[in-house]
């Protein structure tokens, strides 16, 4: 499945998404059930986790329009997330979203369950080259992390340990029955 994309001139539709069917070797078009989609988008980030796809931030195109300056193309940040369902075919916007809008930005899901994302672009300001508006772009060294699902009571058990009982080495954690995956986190 290709969830949205595009180039400089447009985006793809989210509400339309192209996938590769193994069993004829084609490739097919899925529409989504929703009867409201996110907007079209490239730069963004994509994510899988459990039934769902999860689908962070990104660009998408707009329109100038001031002065001697009318309909002139430009490229705006998003900091929305969506959730897509694949048992449904339908999307949803979640309640929460990025603290900024960004876009060339990377995406994973940690063992946790928490969506990580980190680094990308962000629009800082506008400049004239030659009359013609451009945006200004600055490079981004920042890590988000957005809890998407409860998470599963060993993991919530785990960070509270984590919190509280920083001190117990290793060894002593190992001995007092703690698997040996989080024991590898403190390491």
């Keep these: 499945m290709i969830f949205g994309g595009g180039n400089p001139s447009a ?22 059930s929703s009867a409201h989609n996110p907007p079209g988008r490239m730069a963004h980030s994509c994510n899988k986790v459990n ?5 962070t931030g990104g660009q998408v195109r707009k329109t100038f329009s001031q002065g001697p300056i009318q309909n002139f193309p430009y ?38 369950g928490n969506l990580y994302t980190f680094g990308g672009s962000k629009y800082v300001s506008w400049n004239t080259n030659q009359g013609i508006p451009q945006r200004i772009t600055k490079r981004m060294n920042t890590l988000y992390k957005v809890e998407i699902f409860v998470p599963p009571l060993i993991e919530l ?9 920083d001190f117990v ?3 002593d954690m190992l001995e007092l029955g703690i698997p040996d995956y989080f024991v590898k986190r403190t390491v």
């Design 75 to 112: 490229n705006d940040a998003l900091s929305d997330m969506w959730l897509f369902n694949l048992d449904t075919f339908s999307w949803s916007e979640l309640a929460i979203s990025l603290p900024q809008e960004i876009f060339f930005h990377s995406g994973a899901i940690g063992c946790d």
């Design 169 to 171: 080495d290793s060894e």
């Design 157 to 165: 058990a785990w960070a509270v340990f984590a919190e509280k009982f």
């Design 51 to 55: 039934n769902h796809v999860i689908v």
């Design 11 to 32: 985006e793809e539709d989210l509400g339309i998404i192209p996938y590769f069917c193994t069993a004829t070797d084609t490739w097919q078009i899925l529409k989504a």
